[in-house]
């Protein structure tokens, strides 16, 4: 019986072994894997015509913010949060009564110290006669003559404080600085306020406006050829894009270049200038600044979703002679709709795969189709 039991264990092992030997020379022998069905795509160039974005805050051409120059409380505001207002008119008032009162005293010291110069004056007048008929002692001229200049340095002291007061007493009243739109207030009447210090308001112009931006030092050159062009109102250069996705209907020029290039960013600020008669653009306002290219040369461009991102490098699949494909890093440039410029890594009449591009891998055999 346990003869019987070996003799059929042996057998098993025996069937085992050979299955396993035949399943090794079966994927030996295994034939390649079909060739994947893709769609190419013909590189071809064209003129690539289009606008470039920049990320943009509008910003207003003048801008100040409202500050009192003498202390006391608010006894007056004669405007409505967010109106326009003009320059010289009226914003707020502070308690003037301190100053009045102030300024009035100073009237008063100045008229004592004009009439004690106008005594002076007359003292001198009458020594200066007599010294000439030598009825009276030097000294008592020279005395006389000093008190006169003393006088006179007491009057214009007294001009002076009364010009200090009538300031404070002036800037007891604020008004516009210019014309703009002013803000939301933030004191109300009776609060106090400190000269200097105390925040009433802001106060911007509004027509027009910037728009600013940044752009790439290596690229200044070309703008400040656009800044020399200026611009075609039927056909701007500068257009701009608002936050909800419309077009600002007035075209913008370049203002100004700035000065100097970031050295944290390598980047310079660039103003452009837009009319804004409906006050549609606030300053602060994020916007999409777009620069139509001034490029007439054709450039390599191509669908983008023939492109394959890879840890941030872009890559397509080229497809060879063999009928095999090969994965190649581009550099590209600026996106227009469905496509995008290929600043360096295609040329003109290379086949690239558009369909199929998720089951390929380097090397992979293809089956092309055209598109």
């Known amino acids: 019986m346990r003869s019987l039991i070996c003799c059929q264990c042996f057998f098993i092992l025996t069937s085992l072994v050979l299955s396993s030997c035949g399943s090794r020379n079966n994927r030996v022998g295994a034939a390649p894997p079909p060739p ?19 990320p943009g805050t509008v910003a207003a051409l003048n801008e100040v913010q409202i500050r009192p120059q003498v202390g006391g409380y608010i006894t007056g505001i004669y405007f409505k949060d967010g109106q326009r207002v003009k320059q010289g008119q009226e914003l707020y008032s502070i308690d003037q009564q301190q100053y009045k009162g102030a300024y009035d005293q100073a009237m008063a010291n100045l008229n004592v110290a004009k009439a004690n110069l106008a005594r002076a004056q007359q003292d001198a007048d009458r020594y200066t006669e007599l010294a000439r008929q030598d009825a009276i002692a030097k000294q008592t001229l ?3 003559l000093a ?15 009364v010009r200090a007061v ?3 007493l002036k800037y007891a009243e604020i008004v516009a600085p210019f014309d703009g739109t002013i803000g ?14 105390t925040l009433l308001n802001t106060i911007s112009s509004d027509d027009p406006v910037a728009v600013d931006f940044a752009v790439d030092e290596k690229r200044i050159s070309r703008f400040e050829q656009l800044q020399k062009m200026g611009t075609n109102p039927k056909d701007s250069t500068f257009t701009l894009q608002l936050p909800d996705g419309s077009i ?3 075209p913008g020029i370049i203002s100004v270049i700035d000065r100097a290039v970031d050295p944290l960013t390598g980047t310079i600020k660039v103003r452009t200038i837009f009319r804004n008669p409906g006050r549609n653009l606030k300053a602060g306002m994020n916007c999409n ?24 490098e872009y890559y397509v699949y080229v497809v060879g002679d063999s009928s095999k494909v090969a994965q190649r890093k581009l550099a590209l440039g600026t996106r227009i709709e469905d496509k995008v410029i290929v600043n360096d890594g295609l040329h003109s009449g290379e086949k690239i795969v558009i369909d199929g591009i998720q089951k390929l891998r380097d090397g992979a055999r293809v089956q092309i189709g055209e598109k």
Do not use: C, W
Request: zero cysteines; charged letters at 20%; proline letters at 5%.
């Open 36 to 54: 994947v069905s893709v769609n190419v795509y013909t590189v071809e160039e064209g003129n690539a015509s289009f606008f470039e974005p920049f």
């Open 142 to 144: 020279d005395h006389a």
């Open 147 to 161: 008190d006169l200049e003393s006088s006179k340095m007491q009057v214009e002291a007294a001009k002076a404080n």
């Open 166 to 168: 009538q300031t404070n």
């Open 184 to 197: 939301i207030s933030q004191v109300k009447i009776g609060g106090a306020v400190s000269p200097g210090t």
């Open 248 to 250: 600002y209907p007035y």
């Open 289 to 312: 600044l777009k620069v139509r290219s001034n490029r007439a040369v054709n450039m390599v461009m191509i669908p983008y979703r023939t492109v394959v991102e890879q840890m941030g």
